[in-house]
């Protein structure tokens, strides 16, 4: 089967600049590394917490692509549909618990604490000192919620998405045991002849 392959390679390095195009358009190639600094003291004051709960969310964009907070952490009770993802801790009262500082400094990968996991994919696409003061603001007035726990939600929806898949295979399948019943009678009764 070797005349296979000069027909196979050329087609697959041809696809290999589309693929580099598909992901500096989706942001998976950073298409201009950058480095900002950390919030200063006067910006931290002046931070918003509406966008940052935008920001945290995913509604708005952060200016360099990095992904929306709630993919890793939950907080409050006010955190989208289906709650925040579980890889990082809950935020609620993580304003409380500690400094301005820190937080800061995980947020801009300064700080003497810096989170392994977030370190690597916020150098890449790092947040404005704007956008750490912001989610700190929004931080802030997060202490104290109620956290939500919404995995049952989840399980139930995800329970209700499998047995409309099973109904509609069901549906769908519904002639095929009478089918092969019925070729099996004729086949019988051809031989009976
Ligand atoms: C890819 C998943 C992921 C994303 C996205 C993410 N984090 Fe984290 N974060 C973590 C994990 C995991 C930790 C715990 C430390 C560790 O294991 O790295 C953490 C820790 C933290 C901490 C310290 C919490 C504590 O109690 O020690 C803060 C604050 C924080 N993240 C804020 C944010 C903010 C704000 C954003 C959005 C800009 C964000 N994180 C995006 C995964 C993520």
Do not use: W
């Not at 589309?18 to 298409?31: D, E, T």
């Not at 993919?71 to 301005?100: F, R």
């Amino acid at each position: 089967m070797t005349h296979k392959k000069p027909f196979i390679k050329p087609f697959v390095y041809a696809l290999l600049p589309l693929l580099g195009l598909v992901l500096v358009g989706c942001g998976a190639i950073p298409a201009n590394p950058v480095t900002v600094n950390p919030a200063s003291v006067n910006e931290i004051a002046a931070g918003n917490a509406e966008n940052g709960q935008k920001l945290f969310m995913g509604y708005t964009h952060f200016e360099y692509e990095g992904p929306p907070c709630m993919g890793c952490h939950g907080i409050g009770d006010d955190d989208g549909l289906l709650g925040g993802g579980a890889l990082g801790p809950n935020l609620t009262n993580t304003a409380a618990e500690k400094t301005d500082d820190d937080i800061i400094g995980i947020l801009s990968n300064t700080g003497i604490v810096i989170s392994p996991v977030m370190r690597p994919i916020y150098t890449d696409f790092p947040l404005t000192p704007q956008e750490q003061a912001d989610l700190l603001a929004f931080m802030k007035s997060s202490v104290g919620q109620p956290e939500t726990d919404k995995e049952g939600l989840i399980y139930g929806i995800s329970f209700i998405g499998t047995l409309g898949v099973a109904l509609a295979l069901g549906f769908i399948y519904r002639n095929r045991l009478r089918s092969v019943r019925r070729a099996l009678v004729n086949k019988a009764e051809k031989e009976l002849q």
